[in-house]
């Protein structure tokens, strides 16, 4: 993906709106800096093809990675990429996928939807 992302980005591509739905960055607590930095570039290449008014559909199903961690993730890759972005509305699982107070791993997914300004 990354390899497809970074051709486009060479020829100039650009995309009203992308959807960024990786596997799981970290499967382990000791994985999580590793998949913070593959966050970090997977959206940092989606915001360079990204015009003005463009839209990202962002997600990360890593229990080990925060929804707060993700967002400062996602900042991180806007800057890096020269972009500024608002966030439009932040997701999760639904209704039908029930968390455990006694298991917070469990809110493992997590998205965000963003307007490229």
Same mark, same amino acid.
């Given at each position: 993906? @990354?390899?497809?992302? %970074?051709?486009?980005?060479?020829?100039? #591509?650009?995309?009203?709106?992308?959807?960024?739905?990786?596997?799981?960055?970290? #499967?382990?607590?000791?994985?999580?800096? %590793?998949?913070?930095? /593959?966050? $970090?570039?997977? @959206?940092?290449?989606?915001?360079?093809?990204?015009?003005?008014?463009?839209?990202?559909?962002?997600?990360?199903?890593?229990?080990?990675?925060?929804?707060?961690?993700?967002? $400062?993730?996602? /900042?991180?890759? /806007?800057?890096?990429?020269?972009?500024? #972005?608002?966030?439009?509305? %932040?997701?999760? /699982?639904?209704?039908?996928?029930?968390?455990?107070?006694?298991?917070?791993?469990?809110?493992?997914? $997590?998205?965000?939807?963003? %307007?490229?300004?």
């Amino acid at each position: 993906v @990354n390899a497809t992302l %970074r051709r486009l980005r060479e020829e100039g #591509a650009q995309f009203d709106a992308i959807v960024l739905d990786p596997p799981k960055f970290a #499967a382990s607590p000791q994985q999580v800096e %590793r998949a913070a930095r /593959a966050y $970090k570039d997977i @959206n940092r290449l989606a915001f360079h093809l990204l015009p003005p008014g463009g839209w990202l559909f962002t997600f990360s199903c890593s229990g080990g990675v925060s929804a707060e961690l993700f967002q $400062k993730i996602v /900042a991180g890759a /806007a800057l890096d990429a020269g972009a500024d #972005a608002q966030i439009v509305a %932040r997701t999760g /699982a639904g209704l039908d996928h029930p968390l455990s107070l006694h298991f917070p791993e469990g809110e493992y997914l $997590k998205g965000l939807l963003l %307007r490229r300004s």
